[in-house]
């Protein structure tokens, strides 16, 4: 069983990464489904903007056949049951017992109801296990409130639901490691979103990759401490094409909360990453050609646009 702890960090040798996109692992969806090591599934990659293309945003990271979730964006669920039905197996609903949470703004938590009832309505036979910023306690404790009928006739109605698979524990994080088990170590460290006083990226160290996720931020010196070469560095941007035809106020706001392709560009050039991936894409109405033409104009390594969904 999976458990809290506070050890520090291991070293991980990095392997290369293959990258798949879209349906390209419909080809041999019983490979996928079996493949040992580290995989990442985009389930959401978007934004507030209701773009119907882009979930909220959320990523899973399946080691040996087990999921680990980042943020829990609307939609997230049937993101994983989409992606399961395209052979990832380790997304199976009932899989979902693992969440980590960046920030708790909106956009990022509009799921975390669904990652509670869902996959206890369809047996994961667990508490789901949620680590995030002091906060996620609050949250989960009104969430839970504001179920409650729900959660009560599901459990002792004809349903016969199973109690255990309704809890939720909740682990309120410092930085510092803060999940370990056989197949991965988690790390949580801070990063700059504008007035939020904590919002988190996390490290994924597993016995053949290292991963990073930025979560919400403005440019960070952390994410280049935390990734130094890592296999890949999954970090949201926004283009300064677009940028710079807002209004002055917005132009304030996201320069405070979010990260320029040019900056993004300039981070991962210290970061070294062997793939860098875009998500929580800001378009402002340029285009993804022009938001990966700004990224790639300043930096030399490998670099994707993501779309909920992809595999790496």
């Known amino acids: 069983m999976n458990r809290l702890v506070y050890v520090a960090s291991i070293a991980v040798i990095s392997a290369t990464l293959p990258c798949v996109h879209g ?21 959401g990659t978007g ?9 909220g945003p959320a990523v899973a990271v399946t080691v040996d056949g087990l999921p680990y979730i980042v943020d829990c964006g609307p939609g997230v669920v049937r993101r994983a049951a989409a992606a399961y039905k395209k052979g990832e197996a380790a997304l199976k609903v009932s899989n979902l017992k693992t969440l980590f949470i960046t920030h708790l703004h909106s956009d990022h938590t509009l799921g975390y109801s669904d990652m509670i009832l869902s996959p206890a309505v369809l047996h994961r036979g667990a508490p789901l296990e ?6 996620i306690k609050s949250m989960t404790d009104h969430l839970m409130a504001a179920y409650q009928e729900d959660i009560k006739i599901r459990i002792n109605g004809l349903e016969h639901g199973d109690a255990a698979a309704y809890r939720v524990n909740v682990h309120e994080i410092k930085p510092g490691t803060v999940f370990k088990n056989d197949a991965v170590t988690v790390t949580a460290f801070p990063v700059k979103h504008g007035s939020w006083a904590y919002a988190f990226g996390y490290r994924f ?5 290292t991963v990073v996720i930025s979560g919400d931020t403005a440019p960070a010196e ?18 300064k094409e677009g940028f710079d035809r807002l209004p002055a106020e917005d132009r304030r706001y996201h320069s405070s909360f979010h990260t320029s392709s040019l900056e993004l560009a300039a981070l991962a050039s210290k970061a070294r990453p062997r793939l860098l991936i875009l998500y929580h894409q800001l378009f ?6 022009s938001l990966l033409r700004e990224v790639r104009g300043a930096y030399s ?11 790496y």
């Open 301 to 311: 390594g490998k670099v994707v646009s993501a779309h909920d969904l992809d595999v």
């Open 23 to 43: 349906s390209q692992n419909l080809k041999n969806p019983a490979a996928v489904a079996t493949a040992p090591g580290t995989r990442i599934v985009m389930l």
């Open 222 to 239: 952390s994410i280049i401490e935390n990734c130094r070469g890592c296999d890949v560095l999954i970090h949201e941007v926004y283009s």
């Open 284 to 289: 402002f109405r340029s285009s993804e050609e």
């Open 47 to 55: 934004t507030p903007v209701t773009d119907p293309d882009r979930s």
């Open 205 to 209: 160290e597993t016995r053949d990759k």
């Open 130 to 135: 949620v680590f995030g910023p002091p906060g």
